[in-house]
């Protein structure tokens, strides 16, 4: 069955546009992480789906509040001011070391001046943004579907986020892995990992039960679903999740759901709804959350 609401991505296309698009959202996403205060499990930092794309978070520098929106219609980067100030810069193929320099030279003639690391994160043989020539691929068919993607499946992500009561992060998109995302908490924190950097341990701090997509690419080559719980109690790997197309991958310790069983599903919404659903009730129950303290009657 064919859901045109559940698009198909251009893998050709998509394979090259991938890479440059993400280190375009981390150059963002770190001007994100300079100028908001940390929140916990850096949710300060993380990108939001809107009508036309991702936007940051609001921003503050000196007097006035600002936000950068990548536009995936018209392709385009905007930031607007509180002041009234718009710039504009086009989504085009461009390098990364391209788009790093003329986004703080036009931030600069904006008397926006922020200062970022720009080394890459949660990527094999990171290149620093202004010295990455490789990365130059955009195809505004393969970033408009993959959007279309995440629009199509906000909706269950919000209803399933929606009958949990207890602490839960926004559904909100990270430009660290590149995926959409979700997580629960049981309130109890967790033992600190041995030797985990900073972001890993602030990110793990409690339990959690983590469900969220990602497009594909690197050791997950296609877009698929997925589902954890960290720590992860015992018994979960051979738990009974559905649907059929699911299940526990012993590779990422995580419950894999690929897109296109959704995507082709009579119901894709339904589908991915029992994903998350059984997932987190198999994780939830054996981890033993008080689970009437935490979810909606």
Not at 37 to 46: I, L, Q
Request: aromatic share 14%; charged share 20%.
């Amino acid at each position: 069955m064919t859901n045109t609401r559940w698009p198909v991505l251009p893998s050709d296309t998509w394979r090259d546009t991938y890479p440059t698009l993400h280190m375009w959202t981390q150059i963002v996403g770190k001007i994100a992480l300079a100028l908001t205060p940390r929140t916990n499990h850096f949710w300060n930092v993380a990108l939001h789906l809107t009508s036309r794309g991702l936007i940051t978070p609001l921003m503050y520098y000196r007097d006035r509040a600002f936000t950068i929106t990548f536009d995936f219609v018209e392709h385009e980067l905007l930031i607007e001011t509180s002041d009234g100030a718009t710039e504009i810069i086009s989504l085009e193929p461009r390098t990364v070391a391209d788009f790093y320099k003329l986004l703080m030279s036009t931030l600069h003639g904006m008397n926006i001046d922020v200062r970022i690391w720009t080394m890459p994160q949660e990527v094999p043989n990171p290149i620093k943004f202004e010295k990455d020539v490789t990365h130059r691929s955009y195809d505004p068919v393969a970033v408009n579907t993959f959007w279309q993607m995440l629009l199509a499946m906000k909706p269950v992500f919000d209803a399933f986020r929606a009958k949990f009561i207890g602490k839960c992060s926004p559904v909100h998109f990270f430009w660290g892995s590149f995926d959409l995302a979700v997580t629960r908490f049981s309130g109890r924190r967790a033992l600190e990992r041995p030797g985990a950097d900073p972001i890993t341990r602030e990110s793990y701090s409690h339990e959690v039960i983590s469900h969220g997509f990602w497009p594909g690419s690197g050791a997950m080559p296609n877009p698929a679903f997925y589902a954890y719980a960290a720590p992860e109690p015992a018994g979960l790997k051979t738990a009974s999740v559905r649907p059929s197309a699911a299940s526990y991958s012993s590779d990422f310790s995580e419950f894999l759901l690929p897109y296109e069983a959704v995507r082709t599903a009579n119901s894709p919404e339904a589908d991915l709804t029992a994903f998350f659903t059984s997932t987190y009730n198999a994780a939830a129950d054996l981890a033993k959350w008080n689970r009437i303290e935490l979810e909606r009657s």
